[in-house]
């Protein structure tokens, strides 16, 4: 199960958040990873948005936890600059935000033996050409996923940069 796509704004990034949040439950963890400034934080805003979060999402690179209130509450974690799984097993990420909001982990490969076996990978990397198009692919496990996943691969069809069927090399649209 994977979806990639481009992006080649932050509006067009934001607007992939958008449409994304739509499927999120309560007790969703997504695990954002990719290159430094490919996004993670811009596709994060683009959630909050999609779930009714009003105040402005910002990175918690130096907070190492932001939370909003929406339709579901979000907890916003980076764990970029935590040095040992200790610090990572201290912020109890099981309890931030509450049982009823979506985990968003920015970093969240470096944790990933301590998040829920449910969850979805959106790794963002960045064309070094021309430094906006951002490459978003999409991949999920987990048996809450696998209900959920044609719906949002239809929901995500307007931004699929590359289709299943397409030749090697990928096409675009």
């Known amino acids: 199960?994977?979806?990639?796509?481009?992006?080649?704004?932050?509006?067009?990034t934001r607007e992939v958040g958008r449409v994304l949040a739509k499927l999120l439950q309560p007790r969703?963890?997504?695990?954002?990873?990719?290159?430094?400034?490919?996004?993670?934080t811009t596709l994060v805003q683009g959630i909050g948005r999609g779930l009714g979060v009003k105040d402005h999402v910002a990175s918690?690179?130096?907070t190492l936890?932001?939370?909003?209130?929406?339709?579901?509450d979000v907890a916003h974690v980076d764990v970029y600059r935590l040095e040992r799984i200790q610090d990572v097993v201290d912020l109890a990420l099981e309890e931030v935000g509450g049982p009823e909001r979506v985990l968003l982990i920015e970093w969240g490969d470096a944790v990933q033996d301590l998040l829920p076996e449910d969850?979805?990978?959106v790794r963002l990397t960045t064309d070094r050409a021309d430094g906006?198009?951002?490459?978003?692919?999409?991949?999920?496990?987990?048996q809450s996923w696998?209900?959920?996943?044609?719906?949002?691969e239809g929901a995500l069809e307007p931004f699929r940069a590359i289709?299943?069927?397409?030749?090697?090399?990928?096409?675009?649209?």
Do not use: N
């Open 119 to 121: 969850r979805l990978r």
């Open 60 to 62: 918690p690179t130096f």
């Open 163 to 173: 289709h299943p069927d397409a030749p090697a090399g990928g096409a675009a649209r």
């Open 28 to 40: 969703d963890t997504v695990v954002l990873t990719g290159d430094l400034g490919a996004g993670k």
């Open 1 to 12: 199960m994977v979806i990639e796509m481009e992006t080649e704004t932050a509006d067009r």
């Open 132 to 142: 906006e198009t951002r490459r978003i692919v999409i991949s999920a496990q987990g």
């Open 146 to 152: 696998v209900a959920r996943w044609e719906r949002l």
């Open 65 to 72: 936890v932001r939370e909003y209130t929406g339709r579901l």
